[in-house]
């Protein structure tokens, strides 16, 4: 958002009132878009194929964005902050492996298993932040160098091998039980999903009322105009990548639930799922916007896609290419739309 | 939230004193003895040339700058200004021409960053307290803002008003504004005094930085004059012509002795542009440029000159216009096109963008034509480019231990040297060069002067831009004159002095503006 003139530098527009340009351009106007293209997809694929407009199928779907839903959460704010994350699928696979040590290894608690694989994650993200903003190396390259370490160390630590939950079967039931199932029977949709509901309501109040929210787009909007401002920044952007670290971390435990193990060679590709949710969504990678509402519905559009192409019996390669290609159009129509 | 000061005292009749400032930075001495001195409810304009020292001053108030010595005495104490975070907390703000501001926060968070008001809930901001306190600021300013506009939806006026507001929240005693009307339409920028004249009411000090001379004349009570770094005088304004301000400003300095301007050039006509606007930073530009002549460029920095020579040189494009080499009319729409046509440009920013500076000194001398030192396959022909280096530095008289040495390693000078014989080996006709003598030790500036004469006499036609005004004066056959994007002038060499040229670099269009879309 630079403009040519020599002079003031802000971008500014003349004073209008809310025409229908202005109109075009807002944030709810992005969200609504971004709703009615799931909407359509999610239509276009019932007629398609009466197996996809099927309760299960939903269900599946729902199930399907968990995890990712929970990655991208940590991710939108890092990317309002125009930074990126690299890291956080293999530390989310290493917060899982964190989990399986905890539990089955040493034996704890099954809430203290879990506080510690979100800690392990929380302590990633933490030193991903520290990196970045004291030894002011890029993030594309710290968090890249995280992506390795934590592959590598889940790895390390796990010898190669899953670690499996079988000693405890409540570890399971977390995500993958029906606490509404119980209540309104025939509606057995798993914990996962009103756990990962859940955290996007959280992130969301952090993002929109928080000092934290509040200084996330300052960073984003004119990072020297904040540090002019008086603001700790280099602490404030830790705090950003270590929340993208927590949910990594949160992340990890779910996936850890649902899979009832703790894969090692997972994570290694998750990240970018997580980051074109958060595209698809909306939020700018020149930083300074987005929404978490955006986030959720960029997961959904993707994990419905990949749905509704497999019923139709697309082959899995060409699933992939099609979710490079939204991501592209998204982006695409983004930079369109705010130019206009 | 605004405290009233008490009435001038004798000890504290000033509100800031500046004394004995010193400065310098590597290589330049900035400020050397400068003096400053502001009253309570006074708008005091600061003036003076490019790199007369006015923002470095104004710098080291603001803690963005240290002094090396002098005394800032505030409000009768003695003051050491070690941050941007103490000058504000000491009541001074600065409103730099390039806002401090956030585009995607509303007004309101803004003006709040950092001290944002909170509920009792942690980490929870209260943005209801955070617009009325904001509603509260414009108030005493009788501003109409809404405190939930978004900022990059606001005019860059506006945008003032808000870095204003900001100051103000922090109860200013000192606000500094750098060139604030230059973006300004002039309803708003009578708007802007309005808002000048309620601050000086309520005893606040006010610097402003212009180059608008008949402005400040409107707006401020007095005007201090700036010149190489030191301080020249102080006057009352509704006493002071415009006539004498300019002539403080630019003073009589001694130049040495450089070689004579070559004789009146052809009159066939090598590069003519008409008409040329690109927005509101070119605005109708015409001028003709003669074979063998040196044409100069005078006007003060954003007038426009570089851009000018960008769009002839096709690095920036423009929206309408047309340029005619020797007579044809031509379209150029990047610097290939230009270098075809036989343009070169020597930019202002010679490490940033005329130099390659990891390569050595014949890979920058070829590289505006490798096409001459080619051969099949697209092989670089090592005996041809080194043959043209050697040629090269030898005509220029460029020392270097060797034609190998990386260029980043030359000074200035030599450089610069280098990049002449970079356009000269892409055999162009046309030569703009931008502040050609820029950090230049006057030893290597005459040898510039020098081979700036004889390319002339080879009958190159050359557009020299420059800040220098001696230098323009020196070197030039006419003088070209831009205010703001627009040509203002264009006089004879031989009858043009410093003064009319400065007059014509501070002439405003008298016509209103209306704002552009």
């Known amino acids: ?340 | 939230m605004i405290k009233v000061p008490p009435a001038p005292s004798s000890e504290k009749e000033y509100l800031l004193r500046m004394d004995g400032i010193y400065k310098s930075f590597p290589g330049v001495q900035a400020l050397s003895d400068a003096k400053f001195e502001l009253r309570y409810g006074e708008v005091h304009a600061l003036v003076g040339e490019n790199g007369a020292g006015k923002s470095t001053l104004m710098k080291i108030l603001g803690g963005i700058y240290e002094k090396d010595n002098g005394q800032i005495i505030l409000e009768g104490n003695e003051v050491e200004i070690t941050s941007p975070g103490m000058a504000q907390h000491l009541g001074i703000s600065i409103i730099h021409q390039e806002l401090n501001l956030m585009p995607h926060l509303t007004v309101a968070q803004n003006i709040f960053i950092g001290r944002e008001p909170r509920t009792r809930i942690p980490f929870v901001v209260d943005e209801n307290t955070t617009n009325e306190k904001a509603m509260g600021l414009f108030e005493l300013l009788n501003l109409r803002l809404d405190p939930t506009t978004k900022v990059a939806d606001l005019t860059v006026a506006k945008q003032q008003m808000v870095e204003i507001a900001k100051a103000l929240s922090f109860n200013a005693k000192i606000l500094v504004m750098d060139e604030p009307t230059a973006a300004l339409t002039d309803t708003e920028i009578e708007e802007l005094f309005t808002v000048i004249r309620q601050l000086r009411e309520k005893g606040v000090g006010i610097v402003h930085i212009s180059h608008r001379l008949e402005e400040l004349k409107q707006i401020s009570d007095r005007v201090t004059v700036m010149r190489d770094g030191k301080y020249i005088d102080t006057l009352m304004t509704s006493e002071a012509r415009i006539d004498h301000i300019i002539s403080l400003m630019v003073g009589r300095t001694i130049y040495e002795s450089v070689p004579e301007l070559p004789e009146n050039p052809d009159q066939e006509v090598s590069l003519e542009v008409r008409n040329l606007n690109r927005g509101k930073i070119l605005r109708d530009v015409s001028f003709s440029l003669k074979k063998g002549e040196i044409l100069g460029f005078a006007g003060l920095i954003g007038a426009g000159r570089t851009e000018v020579a960008r769009v002839i040189f096709g690095a920036d494009s423009h929206e309408s216009g047309d340029i005619f080499i020797k007579g044809k009319q031509v379209h150029i729409k990047s610097p290939t096109d230009a270098v075809t046509h036989g343009i070169g440009y020597l930019s202002e920013d010679r490490k940033r963008y005329g130099l390659t500076l990891a390569m050595d000194v014949k890979e920058n001398v070829a590289m505006a034509a490798m096409k001459k030192f080619l051969r099949w396959l697209g092989l670089v022909d090592f005996k041809k480019t080194n043959e043209r280096g050697r040629e090269m530095v030898e005509a220029l008289n460029i020392k270097t231990p060797s034609l190998e040495q990386k260029v980043k390693f030359l000074s200035g000078g030599n450089q610069q040297k280098v990049v002449i014989g970079k356009w000269l080996t892409a055999d162009t006709d046309i030569l703009i060069f931008d502040e050609p003598t820029r950090g230049i030790d006057v030893g290597a500036k005459s040898e510039i002067y020098k081979l700036l004469n004889d390319l002339a006499h080879q009958g190159k036609s050359i557009i020299m831009i420059s800040s220098e005004l001696p230098e323009i004066l020196r070197m030039s056959h006419r003088v070209l004159v831009m205010c703001e994007g627009r040509v203002t002038g264009i006089l004879n060499a031989r009858e043009a002095t410093q003064e009319s040229i400065m007059k014509f670099a501070t002439m405003r269009s008298e016509a209103v503006l209306v704002t552009e879309q």
Do not use: C
């Open chain 1, 1 to 340: 958002m630079k403009s040519e003139t020599q002079t003031a530098k802000a971008v500014s527009h003349t004073d209008e009132p809310k025409t229908a340009r202005t109109l075009f351009r807002s944030d709810a106007m992005q969200r609504i878009m971004a709703f009615s293209a799931l909407i359509v997809l999610a239509i276009g694929f019932s007629i398609a194929s009466p197996y996809f407009r099927t309760f299960d199928n939903f269900v599946g779907i729902l199930l399907a964005t968990a995890v990712n839903g929970v990655l991208g959460l940590g991710v939108t704010f890092i990317i309002i902050t125009s930074g990126i994350d690299l890291s956080v699928g293999t530390v989310m696979t290493f917060s899982a492996v964190m989990t399986g040590v905890f539990i089955t290894n040493w034996h704890l608690p099954i809430p203290i298993g879990i506080l510690g694989g979100i800690l392990a994650g929380s302590l990633a993200g933490f030193i991903n932040g520290t990196v970045i903003s004291r030894m002011k190396i890029p993030p594309f390259i710290a968090t890249l160098g995280m992506l390795n370490i934590a592959r590598g160390l889940s790895l390390v630590i796990s010898d190669l091998h899953p670690i499996y939950f079988n000693d405890t079967p409540a570890f399971r039931e977390m995500a993958m039980g029906s606490v509404v199932g119980k209540i309104i029977p025939g509606f057995e949709v798993p914990n996962a999903v009103f756990i990962m509901f859940g955290a996007a309501i959280i992130a969301h109040l952090i993002l929109s009322r928080t000092i934290l929210g509040r200084y996330t787009f300052a960073i984003g909007s004119n990072e020297e105009a904040t540090r002019l401002s008086g603001v700790n920044v280099a602490a404030w952007k830790t705090a950003v990548y270590a929340l993208g670290g927590f949910f990594a971390g949160m992340g990890g435990v779910l996936i850890a639930s649902r899979l009832n193990s703790a894969q090692p060679a997972l994570g290694f590709g998750y990240e970018l799922d997580a980051i074109a949710a958060v595209v698809i969504g909306g939020t700018s990678l020149s930083g300074g916007e987005g929404s978490i509402l955006g986030t959720i519905i960029g997961a959904f559009i993707m994990s419905t896609l990949t749905n509704g192409l497999r019923i139709l019996s697309v082959p899995q390669e060409w699933q992939i290419v099609v979710t490079g290609g939204i991501v592209i159009l998204a982006v695409f129509l983004d930079i369109l739309r705010r130019r206009r």
